[in-house]
């Protein structure tokens, strides 16, 4: 093999082959990192994660005493959500060059998501100290603050960051996602609308030549796209069918997956992303702009349910479906989607949720859709029932549930379904949960049937299955 071969390799996308080639032949020389870096630029580019990665592991990086490289590794391992590894060479970038304050703000970024909250903190208030005036480092210490639970510090360092750059979008979506948390709706949503510069799946008809729906009775086709993630869709369509009142015509954009749920409600069209192109229309708007359309408080939110209903075709297969045990049924959930971008911190391991299999008079049901069979049997006494097996789409979800007595989930959007449905749902929130959820409210006034139960300590699940237990076991005893 020659380093034309390894070229080669490279331009065809064989990543792993063409770096074994190319070690093989340079041997363990300062130029094989830079080699590597770029492969590994490259993999990653091209979505291959598992060979990114393969690479990255391979950079000696201890050896590396160019700082800009090691912030390119350091973002390499960011992109792969390997902040752990991430925040390590960011400590030898600032080793480096202690006096550079973007090299301190990146290593308080990494740490806030490798959620090492204290060293997080003294990283940013480094950065501060060397450069007072950056609205980044601003709002990155607003994001590790809220993080900590100290809400009012991380609204003063979110306006700081505006007041130092009126157009920091990020800026200005974090104090959206603090105020909301905080029930401050009208501000928040208004603040929220900032996302729509940031990427595409904030904003998916960003490419359709129409204006923007501004509320008012629109003779005419509305595009409403739903954006980001399942959940997101889920809590917010029900605004779909108010705005359906102010449209000739209203046609509904959301995933594939959960198309035949969207389908019940009524005087609407849904369709799914890649039809879009199929249909023309007079105006667009992006759902989770709809609450800023319709003034919403805490005191007005649109919170009668169900708003969602299974189909006809899945009622049959649900009512038909044998479902195991005669007792309480309870159904389980406690992982979302690990891509998600509010999934640190928010998901938990089954065996924290275990401390309730030893109550009495109860079925549990796992409706973890990616579960494995050896993950469920370490469940007490090897008794929880699959249906995550039987789960298709949010249609099948929606079956599922409505064959239970309550569902307890982590923030997923199960946890979604389960409150559009209308079936007693207890969720299980980190210390600071996502925008979607008042701080340290036991309730929703999003979902009426929805009970919440909130980590007593960062990253600590065990107080709280402490109460969710004591609870359980009061209710079916």
């Known amino acids: 093999m020659s380093i034309s071969d390894a070229k080669k ?9 063409a770096a074994n080639v190319y070690e093989s032949i340079l041997g363990p020389i300062p130029e094989l990192s830079n080699v590597f870096l770029m492969i590994a630029e490259d993999a990653l580019e091209q979505k291959q994660l598992t060979a990114a990665l393969n690479i990255c592991e391979r950079i000696k990086f201890a050896k590396i005493n160019d700082a800009e490289t090691l912030k390119k590794v350091s973002g390499l391992y960011e992109q792969l959500k390997e902040f752990d590894k991430a925040s390590k060479i960011n400590r030898l970038v600032t080793e480096l060059t202690p006096r550079d304050f973007v090299a301190w703000r990146n290593l308080a970024a990494t740490l806030n998501k490798a959620r090492e909250f204290k060293d997080a ?9 060397l450069s007072p005036d950056d609205p980044i480092a601003h709002s990155y210490q607003s994001a590790i603050l809220r993080e900590r639970g100290n809400i009012e510090d991380a609204m003063r360092h979110a306006r700081n960051a505006i007041a130092l750059n009126p157009c920091y979008v990020e800026g200005h979506v974090l104090l959206s996602e603090i105020l909301l948390s905080n029930g401050c709706f009208e501000e928040g949503f208004k603040e929220y609308e900032w996302r729509l510069k940031l990427s595409d799946i904030f904003d998916p008809a960003r490419g359709l030549d129409v204006p923007v729906w501004n509320g008012t009775r629109l003779r005419g086709v509305l595009l409403i796209a739903g954006e980001q993630g399942f959940g ?21 954009m959301v995933h594939a997956p959960l198309v035949s749920l969207m389908k019940s409600i009524k005087n609407v069209k849904v369709i799914s992303f890649d039809q879009m192109s199929n249909h023309s229309f007079d105006a667009k708007i992006n759902l989770l702009s709809l609450p800023t359309i319709f003034k919403t408080t805490v005191k007005n939110v649109p919170s009668e349910v169900p708003y969602l209903f299974q189909s006809i075709d899945s009622k049959k297969v649900w009512d038909n479906a044998k479902i195991p045990g005669k007792k309480f049924k309870v159904g389980l959930c406690w992982r979302g989607n690990p891509e998600g971008a509010v999934d640190r911190g928010r998901s938990m391991e089954l065996s924290e949720l275990a401390v309730l299999g030893n109550i009495d008079n109860i079925d549990f049901f796992s409706l973890q859709v990616d579960s494995s069979l050896g993950e469920l049997e370490k469940w007490p006494e090897n008794k929880l029932f699959d249906l995550g097996k039987m789960i298709n789409d949010f249609d099948d979800t929606a079956g599922a549930i409505r064959c239970l007595d309550l569902i307890i989930s982590t923030d997923t959007a199960l946890a979604h379904v389960a409150g559009a449905t209308g079936v ?19 309730h929703s006034p999003w979902y009426p049937t929805m009970r919440i139960f909130h980590q007593v300590e ?12 004591a609870n359980l076991r009061a209710q079916v005893n």
């Not at 960062?458 to 237990?469: N, P, Q, R």
Request: glycine share 2%; aromatic share 12%; proline share 3%.
């Open 424 to 442: 007693p749902i207890w969720l299980l929130l980190k210390k600071q949960p996502a925008w979607r959820w008042i701080a340290g409210l036991t």
């Open 9 to 17: 390799m490279h331009e065809n996308r064989q990543f792993i082959e």
């Open 121 to 129: 903190h003294f990283a940013i208030r480094q950065a501060l100290e």
């Open 458 to 469: 960062i990253d600590s699940w065990s107080g709280l299955m402490e109460s969710v237990a």
């Open 232 to 252: 997101d869709v889920i809590q917010m369509c029900r605004y779909v069918s108010l705005a359906a009142k102010r449209a000739d015509s209203v046609v509904f």
